[in-house]
């Protein structure tokens, strides 16, 4: 589903953010990312998305060679990919709806599907009485429960999380993780970098330590081992 060969990532200033990595995560997996900052984990999460191009090294997403693919098709791959950030990057001036129904409108999904498909996240994630609102009147976790719906609403094999619960209280950041955690049961593979060690030690997961842009640990129902 996700494979990594001899990646190496090199920005015009000169700094190697990833060191010759190598990984693979299978269809279902739900893996946990971690790394004191500055290993490279942003920058393998932007290589994933092709927000970035890699300055050698092999990327198959799905069995597709991200090296192949034109900018054309750059949508095609990102409907395949959801991606959730910290800051949630909702668009601020519009309701819940509008906020999901836009990932269905890029695509130029048919007008009588997108009511369908936007109602049904907004179930998934829990927050169906909210689709009027403006985003302004949502919570911390609420917001990135559309955040979340919005990242899933094309059904993307892979859901990216670049620290989802780093903007949360802890009782919040365990519901995003219990919500999380549905969307994984329901078959979407999940790749979450994070800093919250007490998620990653109880709720035990494949976990991906990356260092100096190398990955130096790959464990099932790994701990964080780091500092927190
Ligand atoms: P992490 O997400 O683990 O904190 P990053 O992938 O953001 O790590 O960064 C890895 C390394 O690449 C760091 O040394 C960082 O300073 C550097 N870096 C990140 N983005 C850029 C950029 N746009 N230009 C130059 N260096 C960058
Ligand atoms: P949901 O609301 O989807 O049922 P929860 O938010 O209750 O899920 O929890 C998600 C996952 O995190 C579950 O596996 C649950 O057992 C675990 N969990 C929830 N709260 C805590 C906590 N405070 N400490 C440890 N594990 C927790």
């Known amino acids: 589903m996700i494979t990594m060969k001899r990646v190496r990532k090199t920005y015009p200033n000169g700094v190697q953010a990833l060191n010759g990595m190598n990984i693979h995560i299978d269809k279902g997996e739900f893996v946990y990312v971690v790394g004191p900052s500055g290993a490279g984990k942003t920058t393998f999460i932007k290589l994933m998305i092709r927000e970035l191009k890699p300055s050698e090294g092999l990327i198959q997403i799905n069995g597709n060679n991200l090296g192949d693919l034109s900018d054309k098709q750059i949508p095609y791959l990102r409907r395949k990919i959801g991606v959730v950030f910290q800051d949630f990057k909702l668009f601020t001036k519009l309701s819940v709806y509008e906020n999901i129904a836009f990932a269905l409108e890029v695509i130029e999904e048919e007008p009588e599907q997108i009511k369908t498909k936007v109602m049904d996240v907004l179930d998934i994630v829990g927050l169906k009485s909210k689709a009027r609102f403006n985003t302004s009147e949502l919570s911390g976790g609420e917001k990135q429960r559309i955040a979340i719906a919005r990242a899933i609403v094309n059904q ?13 209280d802890p009782e919040t950041a365990w519901s995003i993780m219990g919500t999380l955690e549905e969307i994984n049961n329901r078959g979407t593979t999940i790749v979450m970098a994070t800093h919250n060690s007490h998620i990653v030690n109880t709720l035990k997961k494949r976990v991906i330590a990356i260092e100096n842009g190398k990955v130096v640990r790959d464990e099932l129902g790994g701990s964080y081992g780091y500092q927190a």
Do not use: K, R, S, Y
Not at 156 to 168: K, S
């Open 156 to 168: 993307p094999a892979i859901l990216i999380a670049d620290e989802p619960t780093g903007n949360l």
